[in-house]
Each structure stands twice: as structure tokens, then as C-alpha cells.
């Protein structure tokens, strides 16, 4: 059983950066899609990034294109979230979610959180303000 972890969270000023973590154990992801995605007060869940299988393709909201940036390191079996220029409106709960499917996933993703996604985490919470 797959089990996700996120960490890397905390608290900065606007225009300041983090880098996020998604740490599986239990099983590899190597194979599967990659999502990030937030939930801020108040809000629907937004899908922010997303990383294929193979890092064949990735995806991002509007909302962080350019700002944030989304890589893999399956040895480690961890995708990470580089988010720079940070803004307040990034404000929100993080999470990471799996779409695993038992084998070679998609070559394309789309910065959606729905039901295909059978796996994620706690959430790591991310505060930008002055």
C-alpha cells in the first residue's frame, strides 16, 4: 500500500520561495502520474502541478506557470514542488496525489484532482504573508 508524506512547508514572506516534498513508501510511483494540488480556506481544491510517469510531460495551473516547477526523482521515489516569487494568494493546504494505474501511466497530465487519483497525503501547509 502506498503511503505519501509531504513536507517542506512553512511560513515566508511575499517573493520568497519553499521547496515541497512528496516522499512514498510502501511502493513505487515510477510508473504513475504526479499531482499537486491545494486546498486554501474557503476554497475548492486547485489543481497546481503535475509530472508524468518518466517526467514525460508536466502541467500547471495559470495561477503558477513560470513561478513554480514540478520534477521527480524516482530512486528516491519523491516528487517534489519548487515554488518561487511567492504570493499570498498561494496561501493554502498542499498535497500530493498518485494516480496509479499498475503500470506505465499517460504521457500527458492535467492539473485536475478527481477521482482517478487513488492515492495522497496529509498536506503540508504553506503561509505567504508579510
Known amino acids: 500500500q502506498l503511503q505519501l508524506v509531504e513536507s517542506g512547508g512553512g511560513s515566508v514572506q511575499p517573493g520568497g520561495s519553499l521547496r515541497l516534498s512528496c516522499a512514498g513508501s510502501?511502493?513505487?510511483?515510477?510508473?504513475?502520474?504526479v499531482l499537486w494540488f491545494r486546498q486554501a480556506p474557503g476554497k475548492e481544491n486547485e489543481g497546481v502541478a503535475c509530472?508524468?510517469?518518466?517526467?514525460?510531460?508536466?502541467n500547471y495551473a495559470d495561477s503558477v506557470k513560470g513561478r513554480f516547477t514540478i520534477s521527480r526523482d524516482d530512486v528516491k521515489n519523491t516528487v517534489y514542488l519548487q515554488m518561487n516569487s511567492l504570493k499570498p494568494e498561494d496561501t493554502a493546504l498542499y498535497y500530493c496525489?498518485?494516480?496509479?494505474?499498475?503500470?506505465?501511466?499517460?504521457?500527458?497530465?492535467?492539473?485536475?484532482?478527481?477521482?482517478?487519483?487513488?492515492?495522497w497525503g496529509q498536506g503540508t501547509q504553506v503561509t505567504v504573508s508579510a
Open positions: 510502501g511502493a513505487s510511483f515510477e510508473h504513475s502520474t
Open positions: 509530472i508524468t510517469w518518466r517526467a514525460y510531460s508536466t
Open positions: 496525489a498518485v494516480l496509479a494505474l499498475g503500470g506505465p501511466g499517460p504521457a500527458i497530465c492535467t492539473v485536475t484532482f478527481d477521482g482517478r487519483y487513488n492515492y
